[in-house]
């Protein structure tokens, strides 16, 4: 459960170049589903370098509730007891996910197939995001469930007590909706097929063929075509999670912003289904190196060395957006530093994350003097040139981590600083990011908070 509490005001600011080693968190994706695969195998789960983030520690307590032993060892070091596909038990509480997503989406479909039912809430952004999307989809298998108005949580998922396998197609690019319906299927008999036009993040099919299901992947004219088989035994593994590529953007952000900075983030995930921050910050002009590339956790990685760069507006290629769909509001913060305008088209999605992170990122951006156009599924934003945004608001962070960290980066490079309105949603991805990013030479402040 996040418990955020009182509202707390932050700032950052630069006064010299940023330097230093920047270790950012194991993968968030990976995390969960490390957690989840491991609850659902026969054995112990090994699992070094979990994400602890409020998200991932959520979804730690609903596989307990389900009947998984989970237990932390160290830091970062993990052991899940799983009961085997289909051995969930019924929670006798109800799951409270938090912030996550990721963690109720998967969540509910990993017992959508289990002949129990369980209940599930979140916090006041989880319970504004749309179900309907997973919900659907698990009504084939023969789920039901019965939500608010729109499919929204609180809502109560009753498993289909003799599963069928099916084949869908998913609306949407959108991993979580792929994942529930694999993880779905796990406990269905036969064959279930999962078609996605636009490729999403894989991390749920290279786990689930490295836990032992047989499941294939075809390239099609029509997108990937994914196939599982039901009811395999999944056989408990050792887990090395990789770096979070989504929360290395922050600290690769922030050097690039502030003249004068060079920093090495070791050991990043650079899996292609999420690396397209990267090749559209290189396509503006990004001094980052890509150095002793290798697999980790069957995963690419790369240490990557970031130095300030002066850099220039681009158009980022709409078939690009799933694979850094998380990177926008980041992307947004360089664009404003950018020289000419960032178009950014195929963005609907970022409407339905934590926060509408369209209309956040432009609300803030606007305050602090960038020019910014937006519509359903598109934002442009007018550059003012490195250094050139002139700051001097409070941004509204609105329970979503990743714009509390986008305008605490701005605020190193603007002429007068910006307070965001309340940092604790960091704590749900990257609970160490204000040590991290004053390690490396940055001022992050605790602000007044405004008179009320
Ligand atoms: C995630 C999928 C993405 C992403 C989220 C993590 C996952 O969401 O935004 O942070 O781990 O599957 P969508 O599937 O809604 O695009």
Redesign the pocket.
Same mark, same amino acid.
């Given at each position: 459960m996040s418990s955020h509490g009182e509202p707390k005001p932050v700032f950052a600011r630069a006064t010299r170049g940023l330097s230093g080693i920047a270790t950012v968190p194991g993968d968030? =994706?990976i995390s969960?589903?490390s957690l989840i695969l491991g609850a659902l195998s026969i054995g112990e789960t090994k699992i070094t370098g979990l994400l602890e983030g409020d998200d991932v520690l959520d979804t730690g307590r609903a596989m307990q509730a389900f009947g998984a032993q989970v237990e932390r060892k160290g830091e970062g070091e993990w052991s899940v007891h799983g009961v085997g596909v289909g051995g969930f038990r019924e929670p006798d509480q109800v799951i409270d996910c938090g912030n996550s997503?990721?963690g109720v989406r998967?969540i509910m479909g990993a017992m959508a197939t289990c002949d129990i039912s369980a209940t599930f809430t979140g916090d006041a952004s989880l319970r504004s995001r749309p179900m309907g999307r997973i919900t659907d989809p698990l009504e084939l298998f023969g789920t039901r469930s019965w939500g608010r108005r729109g499919g929204k949580l609180p809502l109560t998922v009753v498993g289909a007590a003799n599963p069928v396998p099916v084949k869908y197609t998913t609306p949407m690019? =959108?991993?979580?909706?792929?994942?529930a319906v694999l993880l779905a299927a796990l406990n269905a008999p036969g064959t279930t097929v999962v078609t996605e036009r636009e490729a999403?993040?894989d991390?749920?099919e290279r786990m689930l063929a490295g836990f032992g299901a047989t499941i294939s992947t075809e390239r099609t004219d029509e997108g990937n075509v994914i196939t599982l088989t039901g009811q395999p035994e999944l056989t408990a593994q050792t887990v090395s999670v990789p770096r979070d590529p989504?929360s290395a953007a922050f600290p690769v952000a922030a050097a690039l912003l502030v003249e004068g900075s060079e920093i090495t983030v070791p050991g990043v995930s650079l899996n292609p289904t999420r690396s397209g921050f990267y090749d559209t910050v290189r396509e503006m002009g990004a001094d980052i190196e890509f150095s002793n590339s290798r697999e980790e956790g069957g995963e690419p990685v790369a240490d990557l060395i970031v130095r300030f760069s002066a850099l220039k507006g681009v158009e980022v290629p709409p078939e690009r957006a799933?694979s850094m769909?998380?990177e926008y509001p980041i992307l947004t913060v360089l664009a404003a530093n950018a020289e000419g305008k960032t178009v950014m088209r195929g963005v609907k999605?970022l409407r339905?994350?934590e926060s509408d992170r369209i209309d956040a990122m432009a609300r803030g951006l606007e305050a602090c003097g960038v020019t910014v156009e937006e519509g359903p599924d598109f934002m442009i934003v007018h550059g003012q040139g490195p250094g050139g945004v002139a700051g001097g608001a409070t941004v509204e962070s609105r329970l979503d981590h990743r714009i509390a960290m986008s305008f605490l980066c701005l605020s190193l490079s603007t002429r007068d600083r910006v307070t965001v309105d309340d940092g604790n949603p960091i704590t749900t991805s990257f609970p160490d990011f204000v040590n991290l990013m004053r390690g490396l030479g940055a001022e992050i402040v605790d602000a007044v908070p405004a008179q009320a």
């Open positions: 968030k =994706s969960h589903r997503g990721t998967l690019p =959108s991993a979580q909706v792929k994942s999403t993040r991390h749920t989504s799933a769909i998380d999605e339905v994350k």
